[in-house]
């Protein structure tokens, strides 16, 4: 069996305390991001010589996509996966709510990658990403799923019921993605969108 020392490292954003994720492995120069808001933070801890491949969005509100633009300006390359709704919003300032900050951000790159519900997204040789769709805080909500990890931006944050009042948010999608993501974790550890990181004890 070959084991690929994959970790998670976690990047507590300015904006709103939002959660930005660094994926790294030492058998790899490649690193992969989930969410992304301060890039100054993310640049400090990623591992020297290491390239960003690719920007995994749980969803396209202001305070988890926030960052883009920089990314994009020091990783031309970088990938940036989200939902078909995703794709929308994140070229509008309106969709995205970012208007009602002081930098609106809408992103006018190329590299836009459309994931629905059972995508694969190899990360590693052995470390790959399948996709959950978890609409109901908002229609671009994915979460991420690895053997280890479990990505759930803001459809599930334990112990906190799922913002739905913002616009385009739908209370009954939003129960039933929680329920989809409790189905799902396991034995996984939860990366929520905001808050620690942690094991779901199962009763
Ligand atoms: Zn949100």
Same mark, same amino acid.
């Given at each position: 069996m070959i084991i690929v020392a994959a970790r998670v490292e976690t990047i507590v954003n300015s904006v709103f305390s939002s959660n930005t994720y660094l994926i790294s492995s030492d058998e790899s120069s490649d690193s992969w991001l989930v969410d992304c808001g301060d890039m100054d933070k993310v640049m400090k801890i990623? $591992?020297?010589?290491?390239?960003?491949r690719g920007l995994f969005l749980t969803h396209t509100h202001f305070d988890h996509i926030y960052g883009i633009n920089e990314l994009t300006r020091l990783f031309p390359e970088c990938l940036i996966y989200t939902s078909e709704y995703g794709a929308t919003a994140i070229r509008s300032s309106k969709l995205n709510l970012s208007r009602y900050h002081e930098s609106p951000v809408e992103y006018a790159g190329d590299k836009l990658r459309v994931l629905k519900e059972g995508d694969i997204v190899k990360l590693y040789d052995v470390v790959e990403m399948s996709v959950i769709e978890t609409p109901?805080?908002? $229609?671009?909500c994915l979460s991420y799923m690895t053997d280890e990890w479990l990505f759930s931006g803001d459809s599930y944050i334990q112990g906190l019921k799922v913002v739905t009042n913002l616009p385009k948010g739908d209370k009954a999608m939003a129960q039933m993605s929680v329920e989809k993501i409790k189905s799902l974790i396991g034995h996984r550890m939860l990366f929520p969108g905001h808050g620690e990181s942690c094991i779901i004890r199962h009763n």
């Open positions: 990623l $591992p020297d010589g290491n390239k960003i109901g805080h908002c $229609p671009s």
